[in-house]
């Protein structure tokens, strides 16, 4: 078959020294690469927790365990790009690895292209998971546009974004380290399981007393959702918030569903109301949770979900962020429920102490919840500008598989 004509080969935006070199060329990714095949395979239930090789599979974390097992490890030809067959994931390694379970290609390139440069292609226009089969046949059918290596171009593409992945990793390690930061300080503040008194308490309440145990309807009160139907949908009006509009903690406004701003039976969420997933397909999601802030577009919840509308709202919601809180929920939940009773719900114990210690161990830990959100805010600024670069550092091209 005869490759399609396309129009001139050249990005948007060109390094000045390389402005004059001419146009680039393109092949299919099966002309580009070859696959490494592994000394071994290691099947998860040898993977460890602590070893002295990463492990990479087909999952989304990079390293998914470790193994001292060197003769599982590959180290020649790196660096190498490593795609999850079924789920499409990417990764460059750059270190010898082992590779775990089944279900990878690892991928090194022929003398054409660099390595990380065809992963940055790679990650331009990425292939889309359909459904759990194998995509790898997708991949060497893809179009990859590219200028002569000799020039040095790749390598100065590949270095300019890879420059912006190791900042959004280091933005990443930042947030990951108040988290844990934030679950330590946690478990110090919080009383454990069947005392009365934490570990860490500010001084002023050092000789207060203990703390008293409530039940949660004695510190709110919990407010249904709506039911709609599919006539009820708009392309605007009332926003719906579903279990899609929580992740890590905060109200995300994607994958928003609206109905009619007039529908009966809606209640409207207020700011501070913690909207809290208490039916769901997925066990995990059950009892996720998230604060709404105030700003907030006109809305309900749909019948899947609960808010509960707490008489110290920045604190309970920190409640719910407690080992006594996910307890509780694991407790409710069976073999086949995927489901938190709303009767039940509100019979959760916990220990408390006075209003004023509530207000100053919520203003603690909101403060960390603070700076988790501005950094992950800088996060998603460095996505959107790598994004922004890819499309322009590499050409345009209106092409099946492109």
């Known amino acids: 078959m005869s490759e399609p004509k396309t129009k001139k080969l050249v990005p948007k935006l060109r390094f000045p020294e390389f402005k004059n070199a001419g146009e680039w060329e393109e092949k299919r990714v099966s002309a580009l690469i070859s696959t490494v095949t592994p000394p071994k395979k290691l099947?998860?239930?040898?993977?460890?927790?602590?070893?002295?090789?990463?492990?990479?599979?087909?999952?989304?974390?990079?390293?998914?365990?470790?193994?001292?097992?060197?003769?599982?490890?590959?180290?020649?030809?790196?660096?190498?790009?490593?795609?999850?067959?079924?789920?499409?994931?990417?990764?460059?390694?750059?270190?010898?690895?082992?590779?775990?379970?089944?279900?990878?290609?690892?991928?090194?390139?022929?003398?054409?292209?660099?390595?990380?440069?065809?992963?940055?292609?790679?990650?331009?226009?990425?292939?889309?998971?359909?459904?759990?089969?194998?995509?790898?046949?997708?991949?060497?059918?893809?179009?990859?546009?590219?200028?002569?290596?000799?020039?040095?171009?790749?390598?100065?593409?590949?270095?300019c974004l890879s420059s912006l992945d190791k900042l959004i990793s280091a933005q990443n390690k930042k947030i990951e380290s108040l988290k844990v930061h934030?679950?330590?300080?946690?478990?110090?503040?919080?009383?454990?399981?069947?005392?009365?008194l934490p570990e860490l308490r500010f001084s002023e309440f050092k000789n207060t007393g203990e703390w008293k145990e409530k039940r949660l309807e004695q510190l709110g009160e919990l407010v249904s959702g709506l039911t709609y139907s599919p006539d009820d949908i708009r392309d605007h009006g009332l926003l719906v918030l579903r279990s899609s509009n929580v992740k890590n903690g905060e109200i995300v406004l994607e994958d928003n569903v609206f109905v009619t701003p007039d529908i009966n039976g809606a209640n409207l969420s207020k700011p501070n109301d913690i909207l809290i997933c208490v039916r769901n397909g997925s066990?995990?999601?059950?009892?996720?949770?998230?604060?709404?802030?105030?700003?907030?577009?006109?809305?309900?919840?749909?019948?899947?979900?609960?808010?509960?509308?707490?008489?110290?709202?920045?604190?309970?919601?920190?409640?719910?962020q407690t080992e006594a809180y996910t307890r509780q929920v694991a407790g409710d939940l069976g073999a086949t429920i995927n489901s938190i009773n709303g009767r039940q719900f509100l019979k959760y114990c916990f220990v408390v102490p006075s209003p004023e210690e509530q207000k100053k161990i919520a203003d603690c830990l909101s403060s960390f919840d603070k700076l988790i959100s501005a950094q992950s805010r800088k996060v998603k600024l460095l996505k959107a500008h790598k994004k922004g670069l890819l499309q322009q550092l590499f050409p345009s091209v209106d092409k099946v598989g492109a």
């Not at 440069?117 to 995509?135: A, D, G, S």
């Not at 503040?189 to 009365?196: I, M, N, Q, R, S």
Request: include cysteine.
């Open 43 to 159: 099947s998860t239930a040898k993977y460890l927790t602590e070893g002295s090789y990463p492990i990479i599979d087909q999952s989304q974390n990079y390293i998914s365990g470790w193994t001292d097992d060197r003769e599982a490890l590959i180290t020649e030809s790196l660096p190498l790009i490593i795609f999850g067959d079924h789920t499409c994931s990417l990764k460059i390694a750059t270190e010898p690895f082992a590779q775990g379970a089944d279900g990878i290609k690892i991928i090194k390139t022929k003398n054409l292209v660099d390595t990380i440069y065809l992963f940055q292609c790679l990650q331009y226009k990425p292939i889309v998971m359909e459904k759990y089969k194998r995509h790898f046949s997708t991949l060497r059918e893809k179009w990859i546009q590219y200028p002569s290596i000799e020039t040095g171009e790749q390598q100065k593409i590949a270095d």
């Open 283 to 320: 066990k995990a999601l059950i009892g996720k949770n998230a604060l709404i802030p105030k700003g907030m577009p006109r809305c309900t919840h749909g019948a899947f979900m609960a808010i509960f509308r707490a008489k110290a709202a920045n604190f309970v919601f920190q409640l719910f």
């Open 182 to 196: 934030k679950k330590g300080l946690m478990q110090q503040l919080f009383p454990a399981e069947g005392k009365t």
